[in-house]
């Protein structure tokens, strides 16, 4: 791609926050605009939330599209945190006849195809499903099936930041939760069981997690 091309895509909506650096943070409302039509951020930005629903690249640059109250444009890469991502996860249609990893796996799909109805591929089942399952399911809704399995938290966080939530096994009989967003602090995750959003710290997800032997899926 040419430096001075432009190309961007929309994308399922996720949140981010910008860094606390002391450094002018500004944004424009085209990523080709000149520098006298930057707009600066106000202090108080630093502690909002950014809704991204467009990402894009321009002169070798990533970009962030946010819409927020009055003010929409596009944020560079540069100024936003590494260490904070969140996904806007909204939990499919409520099947309270169904598995933990029916409903945990739908709410994954979910998150970019809310249109694929997965109990309307697997139907449904109390009783837990294969890997090929899980991997059928994503190939066909998403287009591809990540094992991560005794992987890192780096990795679990990159998946995040790639805009893909992480299936994690870590319960009695099989049951699971779905990691959508990540600080410094903690991880946010969806519990299938009672269809909450909550938060873990890191010791305490690896207590749970080991329970499966590391087990976790993405796409």
Known sequence: MKSNSIASENVPHFYVRLKHRK???????????????RKAFN??????KFEIDQIGFYQKHLWFH??????????????IRKNYRILKLQ??????EVSNEEKALSVLVHFARPDFDIYEKIGKTLDNLSNETFKGVLVNSVGSY?????KSYRRVRSQINRNR????????????????GFNHRVFFYFDPEDGLNKTITVKELTKLWKRSGYKAISY
């Not at 450094?23 to 039509?37: P, T």
């Not at 202090?43 to 909002?48: G, N, Q, Y």
């Not at 990540?146 to 005794?150: E, I, N, R, S, W």
């Open 23 to 37: 450094m002018e943070k500004w944004y424009v409302n085209e990523m080709q605009a000149g520098k006298h039509q």
């Open 165 to 180: 939530p992480v299936m994690l096994w870590g319960r009695r009989d099989n049951q699971c939760i779905i990691l959508f």
């Open 43 to 48: 202090h108080s930005d630093e502690k909002a």
């Open 66 to 79: 946010f819409e927020n109250g009055n003010n929409a444009g596009w944020i560079p890469n540069k100024f």
């Open 91 to 96: 939990a499919s249609k409520d099947n309270t």
């Open 146 to 150: 990540k094992d991560l399995t005794k």
